[in-house]
């Protein structure tokens, strides 16, 4: 299965251009999402600021998207939207969002965008918000970003919250971890970068009623 995995980088970067494709479609059908209005407040090499207003005091919240996902997650539809709620709740509402590197700008690790991309973010909101400390929260490995950057440096922030983050990553921390390495094999990790739908299928594999069951679950409920 390893080598399997490992030599079919090539169907999987297929496959998410499939997908892409399927959404471009989807949206052009009108099924795309309709997002709260927001404007670009800054860009950096790596990322964008989305600001969706509300002044006069209020909290400031940072919301960090994940980078292998899109950053509409947050705001699918006005009746399912995170970022109306937090609106509605008062706090004037900014979002991480990451553009995808270029084939000559791969890599940086974790400080790129835990501590350049969010740290540069954070001093930008604060700066705007008359240098109030704004709350962090992340989704994902957008929520793991969010915990390094805040780890690195606790006294920029008011306040910080993960939803399904992984925070473990050392061989033996995690069973989810160990399987997920072990199916793909370390040549399918190494590439840059590494494939959605390799992800997505080993999580899959690896724990299918996180990722199959519930979300099965989930139709027949709705």
Same mark, same amino acid.
């Given at each position: 299965?390893?080598?399997?995995?490992?030599?079919?980088?090539?169907?999987?970067?297929?496959?998410?251009?499939?997908?892409?494709?399927?959404?471009?479609?989807?949206?052009?059908?009108?099924?795309?999402?309709?997002?709260?209005?927001?404007?670009?407040?800054?860009?950096?090499?790596?990322?964008?600021?989305?600001?969706?207003?509300?002044?006069?005091?209020?909290?400031?919240?940072?919301?960090?998207?994940?980078?292998?996902?899109?950053?509409?997650?947050?705001?699918?539809?006005?009746?399912?939207?995170?970022?109306?709620?937090?609106?509605?709740?008062?706090?004037?509402?900014?979002l991480?969002?990451?553009?995808?590197?270029?084939m000559?700008?791969?890599? $940086?690790? @974790?400080?790129?965008? %835990? /501590?350049?991309?969010? +740290?540069?973010? *954070?001093?930008?909101? #604060?700066?705007?918000?008359?240098?109030?400390?704004?709350?962090?929260?992340?989704?994902?490995?957008?929520?793991?970003?969010?915990?390094?950057?805040?780890?690195?440096?606790?006294?920029?922030?008011?306040?910080?919250?993960?939803?399904?983050?992984?925070?473990?990553?050392?061989p033996?921390?995690?069973?989810?971890?160990?399987?997920l390495?072990?199916?793909? $094999?370390? @040549?399918?990790?190494? %590439? /840059?970068?590494?494939? +959605?739908?390799? *992800?997505?299928?080993? #999580?899959?594999?690896?724990?299918?009623?996180?990722?199959?069951?519930?979300?099965?679950?989930?139709?027949?409920?709705?």
């Amino acid at each position: 299965m390893v080598g399997d995995f490992a030599s079919g980088t090539a169907v999987y970067v297929m496959m998410d251009a499939i997908r892409r494709a399927q959404g471009e479609a989807l949206e052009a059908l009108g099924f795309g999402p309709r997002e709260c209005p927001s404007r670009s407040l800054v860009s950096g090499r790596r990322w964008r600021l989305r600001d969706y207003g509300k002044s006069g005091g209020a909290p400031s919240l940072v919301i960090v998207a994940a980078p292998i996902k899109r950053p509409y997650i947050w705001d699918l539809a006005p009746e399912v939207s995170a970022v109306r709620y937090c609106l509605a709740q008062g706090f004037r509402v900014f979002l991480v969002e990451w553009i995808p590197p270029s084939m000559s700008d791969r890599g $940086g690790g @974790l400080k790129a965008y %835990a /501590d350049d991309g969010i +740290g540069e973010a *954070v001093r930008i909101v #604060s700066t705007e918000t008359g240098g109030a400390k704004p709350f962090l929260i992340g989704h994902s490995l957008g929520g793991t970003l969010a915990a390094v950057h805040a780890a690195m440096h606790p006294h920029r922030l008011a306040g910080l919250v993960l939803l399904g983050t992984p925070l473990c990553f050392a061989p033996g921390s995690s069973r989810f971890r160990d399987a997920l390495v072990s199916m793909a $094999g370390p @040549l399918a990790w190494n %590439a /840059d970068p590494v494939q +959605g739908s390799l *992800v997505s299928q080993l #999580s899959a594999l690896a724990s299918p009623g996180t990722f199959v069951r519930s979300r099965i679950e989930d139709a027949a409920c709705g």
